[in-house]
């Protein structure tokens, strides 16, 4: 997926090693394949989280007001990514900008009103098993293409056949196009309110190993090691929103983790190789 910015990692960790003009190229050049793939807000938006983290150690030397100011200057960019995706809206639909942002917000957390306004907790419990099922066939199919999953009912896509009805859902999967907010309405619907908690912790722990790991692999200069945990967070990121588990056991993710594992030993060995 052009929104996957795994390998981002290699320019920043350059730029920290004072090669600025070619890796800022390079950032930019990627910033533009964004825009002409039709990447609106998302990728922009990871990117822009993946250069804070790669800058982490530094930020806490601006001092109070050059941090305000780069506070300020992240929410002026912010708005000119939404505004740019409701201008591109407008300009290939011709869309009002407007109702197209109200609808978008509005459609997004629909997905939990309906979930928790038509379904008592834990009501879907008993099809749990179907879920686990589907979750696995999506992973031997590779569903990863959003139009492999009409009729699918796991995750985000189980979530909105729940919330309208199938014609309306098939025709937006076949457009290639989905919802992403399902996490908290699945384990809603499977487990009620305990779910909801235990999702929170769990994924509260997963994000947190996983972005200290991409900090420290920055900070330390570990191009291999971020551009790895780069990948197991664009997954990890997929299971919280869309509630799509099988993404953390594609053979990308079974590899990201062997490498993991295969650049720790190497530098417990030999520390001639910390820069894995």
Same mark, same amino acid.
């Given at each position: 997926?052009?929104?996957? =910015?795994?390998?981002?990692?290699?320019?920043?960790?350059?730029?920290?090693?004072?090669?600025?003009?070619?890796?800022?190229?390079?950032?930019?050049?990627? =910033?533009?394949?964004?825009?002409?793939?039709?990447?609106? @807000?998302?990728?922009?938006?990871?990117?822009? =989280?993946?250069?804070?983290?790669?800058?982490?150690?530094?930020?806490?030397?601006?001092?109070?007001?050059?941090?305000?100011?780069?506070?300020?200057?992240?929410?002026?960019?912010?708005?000119?990514?939404?505004?740019?995706?409701?201008?591109?809206?407008?300009?290939?639909?011709?869309?009002?900008?407007?109702?197209?942002?109200?609808?978008?917000?509005?459609?997004?957390?629909?997905?939990?009103?309906?979930?928790?306004?038509?379904?008592?907790?834990?009501?879907?419990?008993?099809?749990?098993?179907?879920?686990?099922?589907?979750?696995?066939?999506?992973?031997?199919?590779?569903?990863?293409?959003?139009?492999?999953?009409?009729?699918?009912?796991?995750?985000?896509?189980?979530?909105?056949?729940?919330?309208?009805?199938?014609?309306?859902?098939?025709?937006?999967?076949?457009?290639?196009?989905?919802?992403?907010?399902?996490?908290?309405?699945?384990?809603?619907?499977?487990?009620?309110?305990?779910?909801?908690?235990?999702?929170?912790?769990?994924?509260?722990?997963?994000?947190?190993?996983?972005? &200290?790991?991409?900090?420290?692999?920055?900070?330390?200069?570990?191009?291999?090691?971020?551009?790895?945990?780069?990948?197991?967070?664009?997954?990890?990121?997929?299971?919280?929103?869309?509630?799509? @588990?099988? &993404?953390? @056991?594609?053979?990308? =993710?079974?590899?990201?983790?062997?490498?993991?594992?295969?650049?720790?030993?190497?530098?417990?060995?030999?520390?001639? @190789?910390?820069?894995?």
């Amino acid at each position: 997926m052009p929104g996957e =910015c795994h390998f981002i990692a290699i320019p920043l960790i350059a730029m920290r090693m004072g090669q600025v003009g070619l890796s800022l190229t390079s950032i930019v050049i990627y =910033c533009l394949f964004l825009l002409w793939t039709g990447n609106k @807000f998302g990728a922009l938006f990871t990117l822009v =989280c993946i250069v804070l983290y790669a800058y982490y150690d530094k930020l806490f030397l601006l001092g109070r007001r050059r941090l305000m100011r780069l506070s300020v200057s992240l929410a002026v960019i912010m708005t000119l990514l939404v505004t740019m995706t409701a201008g591109i809206e407008v300009i290939t639909h011709g869309f009002d900008p407007v109702q197209y942002l109200a609808r978008r917000t509005a459609q997004q957390g629909q997905l939990w009103w309906k979930i928790y306004g038509t379904y008592g907790p834990g009501e879907g419990l008993s099809e749990l098993e179907s879920e686990v099922d589907e979750q696995m066939q999506g992973l031997i199919e590779d569903k990863t293409k959003i139009g492999n999953n009409v009729g699918s009912r796991y995750g985000i896509y189980n979530i909105m056949y729940l919330s309208t009805d199938d014609a309306r859902v098939d025709a937006k999967l076949e457009s290639g196009s989905r919802y992403t907010e399902a996490g908290y309405p699945t384990a809603y619907y499977y487990f009620g309110a305990p779910g909801v908690v235990l999702f929170s912790v769990l994924g509260g722990i997963l994000v947190a190993i996983l972005t &200290n790991a991409q900090i420290a692999a920055f900070i330390g200069g570990r191009m291999p090691t971020a551009v790895v945990v780069n990948k197991l967070m664009s997954s990890a990121a997929t299971l919280l929103s869309m509630a799509i @588990f099988y &993404n953390l @056991f594609t053979p990308g =993710c079974w590899l990201s983790y062997f490498l993991l594992i295969f650049f720790w030993y190497i530098r417990r060995r030999d520390y001639r @190789f910390e820069w894995l």
